[in-house]
């Protein structure tokens, strides 16, 4: 079992910056691959980032590549998501979630969700 709780959203202007943390806790996190995605009111869950066990490898959406990174850090159990350049169709809940496997696996289907946080991008 892995536990995921998100922090880090608000409110921001158009143009700026948020880093979303996922705190992880239970066994193994560091074997997880590791993964961002968000949801709308109204639309459906949409991919936003990817990331290996290893932070060797990453994917991203269309939507937010060049203006997101993802990163993790193993020994501190934490995923993170530095988003530039937000705009306002970048207003969602954003979730983390965990499956082993590549990136696509948790692209596609993850074992393991979190609460999730909302990012506010006012225009």
């Known amino acids: 079992q ?17 880093r979303l943390s996922c705190a992880g806790s239970g066994r193994a996190f ?12 109204g639309k459906e869950r949409e ?3 990817a990331i290996t066990w290893s932070g060797g490898n990453t994917d991203y959406g269309d939507s937010v590549k060049g203006r997101f990174t993802i990163s993790r850090d193993n020994a501190k159990n934490t995923l993170y998501l530095q988003m530039n350049s937000l705009q306002p169709e970048d207003t969602a809940v954003y979730y983390c979630a965990a499956r082993q496997g590549t990136t696509a696996a948790v692209r596609v289907d993850p ?3 979190g ?5 506010t991008v006012s225009s």
């Open 30 to 41: 560091s074997r997880y691959a590791m993964g961002w995605f968000r949801q709308a009111p």
């Open 115 to 119: 609460q999730g946080t909302q990012v």
């Open 47 to 49: 991919f936003v980032a």
């Open 111 to 113: 074992d393991y969700w």
């Open 2 to 18: 892995v536990q995921l709780v998100e922090s880090g959203g608000g409110l921001v202007q158009a143009g700026g910056s948020l």
